[in-house]
Nanobody
């Protein structure tokens, strides 16, 4: 399955963005749908995930500000990002994980002062 992220861009600190990930096939068989973030020189780190039954997990750095959701009917999942901070700047990647694994190509989010 191919994944395509959308919704990134430039936003001022304190603002909001919503990222979406669209899959070319069914996401129902994947155990977890995730979002990860990478900044230059740093490893890619998972920041949010959602299971097939809707259980969610968030990294401490985004907990309370970001919300992950999924729409199995549309084979998409999203990351609602609120109260954005400068340190949220980075490349955001969606991934579908299960028996196999698929990653999107990433989308840039830049938070400015």
């Amino acid at each position: 399955v191919d994944l395509v992220e959308s919704g990134g861009g430039l936003v001022q600190a304190g603002g909001s963005l919503k990222l979406s990930c669209a899959a070319s096939g069914s996401i129902g068989s994947f155990a977890a749908l995730t979002w990860s973030r990478q900044v230059p020189g740093q490893p890619r780190l998972m920041i949010a995930s959602i299971s097939t039954i809707g259980h969610t997990w968030y990294a401490e750095s985004v907990s309370g500000r970001f919300t992950i959701s999924r729409d199995d009917a549309l084979d998409t999942w999203s990351l609602e990002m609120n109260q954005l901070k400068i340190e949220d700047t980075g490349m955001y990647y969606c991934a579908a994980r299960g028996v196999g694994e698929a990653w999107g190509q990433g989308i840039q989010v830049t938070v400015s002062t």
